[in-house]
């Protein structure tokens, strides 16, 4: 009988794409449940009983699933943006010997980013499964500052595809990482009106949630073919929406005011935690821009303080070229 106290979920970076590989590294988080990846078809046919179907068919296999940590942490980002968004990164140490690396995530909208595959395993104790050519449909990320001594963590949460379900082992001999956490109290909201000015002005002091979601575009590609799994992946549009609720004041105002008018804006997400060694600290800053799609500067209250929230829907910025930007500073120089 399996038990949920020896769940646990591995992957390792793939090459070339659909070759399963040994796991690498461990995924720290809530294991999801385990699906099948097929779907039968029951045809309604006529045969003289009073009964609609004889006979199932399964035609091709998917295997899709989430990985989501509630307590995210800066290594996580890693996996499903090397996955979903840009592959090939190579990460630049940013002070010599100190393990201090820089991912830029930042997708080209204009050619192939080529985003890496993933051999995924995932069970307990009495059986282990893999889905290789695993890639990231949908990345979100979201907090919530809480107002007290309780955690402000934050929610990692990724959607992925794999060709299929097979029964296999887990890699022995992995242990689990040391992580640096994602502290939602860290996390610093830059709303500015240029690409060239993001990050300058800071709404301060007013973040109380956020909640990014960004659609990857990467999806299976299915031709016809010997195998039922699907040939390829495509790149498809890449797209980001985020909300996110500030305490009300003249600065939800002001947005309530760009909303109306349907101004530019561009807004960063940075979130710092504890210095690596005597380099950089460890850092996520994301950063997309657009207009607001909705805007409601008194969206309900805290303990007498009114909250207000917004939305920022992305677009291509034809000035800059610009429509998201992703980085990455952990002290890990691999998935």
């Not at 995210?72 to 968004?85: R, T």
Request: proline content about 4%; aromatic content about 10%.
């Amino acid at each position: 009988m399996g038990s949920e106290f020896f769940n646990q979920m591995q992957y390792g970076k793939e090459s070339p794409k659909g070759t399963p590989v040994a796991a690498t590294n461990m995924w720290i988080g809530q294991m999801p449940n385990v699906k099948t990846d097929r779907k039968p078809t029951y045809p309604k046919e006529h045969f003289g009983v009073r009964s609609d179907a004889f006979r199932s068919v399964i035609h091709q296999y998917l295997y899709t699933n989430t990985f989501a940590v509630e307590h995210g942490a800066f290594q996580h980002l890693l996996l499903p943006f090397g996955i979903g968004v840009k592959g090939g990164v190579t990460p630049v140490e940013q002070t010599t010997d100190q393990d201090d690396y820089l991912w830029d995530f930042t997708p080209s909208l204009l050619a192939a980013n080529n985003p890496d595959a993933a051999t995924l395993r995932f069970g307990d104790d009495a059986q282990a499964w893999l889905t290789a050519y695993s890639m990231c449909e949908r990345i979100r990320i979201s907090g919530q500052v809480a107002q007290g001594a309780d955690a402000s963590p934050v929610n990692v949460e990724w959607d992925f595809f794999g060709r299929e379900l097979i029964e296999t082992t887990f890699t022995a001999a992995l242990t689990p990482p040391t992580l640096e956490p994602l502290n939602a109290k860290l996390a610093r909201l830059y709303l500015d009106s240029l690409w060239s000015d993001v990050g300058e002005t800071e709404l301060a002091n007013l973040l109380r949630t956020f909640d990014i979601e960004i659609l990857t575009g990467v999806h299976p590609k299915f031709e016809g073919s010997a195998a039922k799994t699907f040939n390829g992946h495509g790149e498809g549009i890449i797209a980001v929406m985020g909300t996110f609720g500030i305490e009300a004041g003249s600065a939800a105002n002001d947005i309530l005011s760009a909303q109306q008018a349907g101004t530019f804006k561009v807004a960063r997400l940075a979130i710092e935690g504890g210095q690596i060694g005597t380099g950089d600290k460890h850092l996520f800053t994301l950063d997309f821009g657009g207009t607001f799609e909705d805007a409601t500067p008194i969206s309900g209250e805290d303990r007498g303080d009114n909250l207000a929230t917004f939305v920022l829907h992305d677009y291509y910025d034809v000035v800059s070229g610009l429509k998201l930007q992703a980085n990455v500073v952990t002290n890990r120089n691999s998935y």
